[in-house]
């Protein structure tokens, strides 16, 4: 992936990246605000990524302050990333830990985008966050790294192309790939999404 890709003429990209695999996210488990450790094929996985970040002139570089992104930033080359409160992971109150599948055996069909979290957050409450952080890459005057996690980065990417931020339930999110929301001509577009720095026969993961 090259630095130079994508963008009209001084229009600034966001590139994000989850971050590397941990416990809970190989399980499939809901991980809002636990603070887990990165595996280590995790930190493999983070270690991977900079070659493919190393091409790119970033103006800025934030990280979610909980310590999966920030040691993925870490390994990514990027220790002087800024932590950010707005990059922290979708609150998932009293579903945090869970396995989609395992709430379905007594809820069937459902889904972290369609309930009422209790005592978390709902995805709106999020978009405000992620909207933030997208006033702040776009003022920056170039382009924007971002380490944090699947479900804010799904949400923070529907909101950069103008979607609601339920729209995120369509962009899934693999561990340590990258993404770029740039830009069509003045149009906010996902340049790429998704993209690992490894094979995709090499990784494994199971969608929370």
Do not use: C
């Not at 776009?138 to 923070?156: E, P, Q, T, Y």
């Not at 990258?178 to 993961?205: D, I």
Request: proline share 7%.
């Amino acid at each position: 992936m090259s630095g130079g890709q994508g963008g009209g003429k001084g229009q600034g990209r966001l590139v994000v990246v989850r971050h590397g695999q941990t416990e809970w996210s190989r399980d499939g488990k809901h991980t809002g605000r636990t603070d887990l450790p990165l595996l280590p094929e995790g930190e493999r996985q983070a270690q991977s990524l900079q070659p493919v970040l190393g091409t790119w002139d970033f103006t800025l570089v934030l990280t979610s302050p909980l310590a999966r992104a920030a040691r993925t930033a870490d390994l990514a080359g990027f220790p002087g990333a800024e932590p950010d409160p707005d990059l922290l992971e979708w609150d998932y109150g009293a579903y945090e830990g869970t396995r989609t599948v395992d709430v379905r055996e007594t809820e069937p069909g459902w889904s972290i985008w369609e309930t009422e979290v209790e005592g978390g957050e709902q995805p709106e409450q999020v978009g405000e966050r992620v909207d933030r952080v997208i006033a702040r890459a776009r003022a920056s005057g170039g382009d924007v790294l971002a380490f944090a996690h699947a479900h804010v980065l799904r949400i923070l990417a529907a909101r950069w192309i103008d979607l609601a931020a339920r729209g995120g339930r369509h962009l899934v999110l693999e561990p340590a790939t990258v993404s770029v929301l740039g830009w069509e001509r003045e149009t906010p577009a996902l340049r790429q999404w998704n993209v690992p720095p490894a094979p995709m026969e090499a990784r494994e993961q199971v969608t929370p």
